[in-house]
């Protein structure tokens, strides 16, 4: 003792006191159960389900029960413990509905979805403490909807703490609906009060690495529905395979789409309240990630891990990789189908992305690439800048990607919508098999990336160290894919990547190809462009991108996104103003037939400054 003196005391005062906050939870509460959501709560009979439940409240360990819990609100069937999320009500569509619920906790509970959908979302039923409420109602249409409570009479976006785990799933299947669809509930813990932040992601309950572990044969078609009953939006994103939407619900209404209008992509927005329904096939064997592209739903929450804010002292065989909260890993099978044997008939192209620390210190990091086909040097003389050079592939041909890290701190990069073999898919400790998984890139060594991409588009590789450092100091690039004997062409494609930078004294900024404030850019009229956007922020789920012309948007062609090219059929022009959640992008097709001034304005929620990049559009005569 005598070594910490008198401020060492202090200090072990208030980690004991801190200890002590932490175990004022209530050690006699039940424990709540973490609910996959497989297996439909209540009994139907003759056409009408009956279920009787109750609002509790237990212990909710966000992890294993070696971890910490908190004392959550929660739903549960009667005579059955608490649930995160809540019991599943799944019906099939011409359902009668009988709920009975009762309120044990002392606190008011407002209910909202409790009613047949579409309906209003103000029809809410308010259960005084100790009160028993008869529901009855149609199940109303076939979709997929939330149903919640609240003890504060807060919307989703404001309900905080113990109340943010009311939430469970409502489905409704239509007729011949496959049911070996899975549910995952997305939900954010939060507090906010002067003890302290905490902030614990889930999904059906649990943080990664506690999620459940997927596990699919190779070809098995798999089915999703993912509800958002968080405060917050997500931009779920799928590692190595492509996902088509096929419906999405804001809670209410549910809108399956035809199938020509079904969106393709590696990245999916899901604002609070709202569902979506997925499809994809598993082509590839290895180890895979479902998981929010914000880092903050994605990291391992801090309140739960104080000392490994340092991700680099975690070891390669530790699943958890700094990864917490909403990730799913799933592992494919080798299966019924043989798997594509790659013809290789000429030695594959070589690369290197070089990734240093910048002497300067601002950004900490710097990447280069060697490409000896693009013979350009000028280009790496540049100064460092908070972007990596795009790197240029051809579709279909083999390449061999050396990252060499000469930095003093591990990384992993991530090939981000690129569909290749897991191994090389660049989630350390993770992707792979269980023989084998990819490695971290310690200091001073190097991993040799092999990648023979199947579509042309625009792709990103980015850091997957879970480490707001490297995102935050430029450890990404743009990742275009060209059509076989296409040139990149600067004069007619434009990149634009947005992200965040931090800039003294203003701190965290927007900002667009590595700066707040980017120069002008000079379009010819008449003159058809290709604009690469690609949003590969930290946090900015909710980006807005809009091209305008004195204070209106102008008109512009999305033709792809997350790489995927929209059907010819399907193209046409639209007003300039679009999300671009993170972990996404968007290939667009520009022309002006004017000259002036255009602006592309990138705005997010959390950033007052909007940043603008301008062009200039002049005559070509
Ligand atoms: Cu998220």
């Keep these: 003792m005598r070594h910490f003196g008198r401020f060492g005391v202090v200090l072990l005062l208030l980690l004991f006191l801190a200890a002590l906050e932490i175990h004022a939870e209530n050690p006699s509460l039940p424990l709540v159960m973490a609910n996959d959501n497989r297996t439909p709560a209540g009994q139907i009979k ?28 929660a739903f549960a069937e009667k005579g059955r413990p608490p649930e995160s999320s809540g019991p599943l009500i799944r019906v099939p569509q011409g359902t009668q509905i009988r709920i009975t619920i009762h309120n044990t906790l002392t606190l008011a509970v407002n209910i909202h979805g409790l009613h047949a959908h579409p309906g209003d979302p103000n029809d809410t039923v308010k259960l005084e403490p100790g009160e028993t409420r008869e529901l009855e109602f149609p199940a109303g249409e076939p979709g997929a909807y939330p149903y919640w409570g609240t003890t504060s009479d807060k919307s989703l976006k404001g309900r905080r703490a113990a109340e943010t785990l009311l939430s469970g799933a409502f489905i409704v299947d239509a007729p011949g609906m496959p049911e070996q669809d899975r549910i995952f509930v997305l939900s954010v813990w939060l507090k906010v009060d002067p003890s ?68 393709k992509g590696v990245t999916e927005f899901i604002d609070p309240g709202h569902v979506f329904e997925m499809t994809w096939t598993p082509e590839r064997a290895g180890n895979w990630l479902f998981h929010c592209h914000m880092m903050m739903h994605m990291s391992a929450p801090a309140v ?55 002497p300067d210190k601002v950004p900490l990091y710097q990447l280069q690439v060697n490409d000896p086909l693009a013979a350009s040097e000028s280009d790496k003389k540049k100064p460092p800048s908070l972007l990596g050079p795009p790197i240029l592939l051809t579709r279909g041909e083999e390449t061999e990607i050396e990252v060499k890290n000469v930095t003093s701190s591990p990384t992993a990069i991530h090939w981000h919508g690129i569909e290749l073999e897991s191994f090389y898919d660049g989630v350390a400790g993770w992707t792979g098999s269980g023989q084998q998984t990819t490695p971290a890139i310690a200091p001073g060594t190097s991993f040799v990336a092999h990648m023979a991409p199947p579509r042309a588009g625009t792709f990103i590789y980015h850091t997957h160290w879970h480490d707001q450092k490297q995102l935050e100091n430029g450890v990404y690039g743009p990742l275009i894919v060209l059509e076989p004997g296409q040139k990149y062409d600067p004069e007619h494609e434009k990149i634009f990547v947005f992200s965040i930078g931090r800039y003294a004294p203003f701190g965290s900024m927007l900002i667009v190809n590595g700066t707040p404030e980017p120069d002008p850019v000079e379009l010819k ?97």
């Design 46 to 73: 003759n056409g009408v389900l009956k279920l009787d439940l109750e609002i509790s409240q237990g212990r909710w360990y966000p992890e294993d029960e070696k971890g910490q819990y908190r004392n959550a609100y």
């Design 525 to 621: 009229t008449g003159t058809r462009y290709r604009l690469r956007l690609i949003n590969i922020s930290t946090n900015e789920a909710d980006l807005r991108v809009r091209l305008e012309s004195e204070g209106a948007p102008v008109q512009w062609k999305v033709i792809a996104s997350d790489g995927a090219d929209f059907p010819t059929l399907q193209l046409k022009s639209s007003a300039a103003d679009m999300g671009l959640t993170v972990g996404s992008t968007r290939d667009i097709e520009y022309e002006s037939d004017r000259e002036g001034h255009v602006e592309m304005k990138i705005s997010a929620p959390g950033f007052e400054a909007l940043i603008m990049q301008p062009f200039d559009v002049v005559s070509v005569k």
């Design 304 to 358: 739960l891990h104080p000392k490994q804010a340092q991700p680099a002292a975690y070891s390669e065989h530790d699943h958890s990789g700094g990864m917490g909260g909403l990730v799913i890993g799933i592992t494919v099978l080798p299966g019924s189908i043989p798997a594509a044997v790659p013809v290789v008939t000429k030695a594959p192209r070589k690369l290197q992305l070089v990734i240093s620390e910048n």
């Design 196 to 263: 302290g932040f905490e902030l614990i992601p889930s999904i059906n309950g649990k943080s990664w690495p506690y999620t459940e572990h997927l596990t699919y044969k190779m070809g098995e078609a798999t089915h999703w529905r993912v509800i958002n009953t968080s405060d917050d939006p997500h931009a779920m994103h799928l590692h190595g395979f492509y996902f088509t939407v096929n419906a999405v619900g804001d809670g209410e209404h549910y809108e399956s789409y035809s199938e020509q209008q079904q969106p």
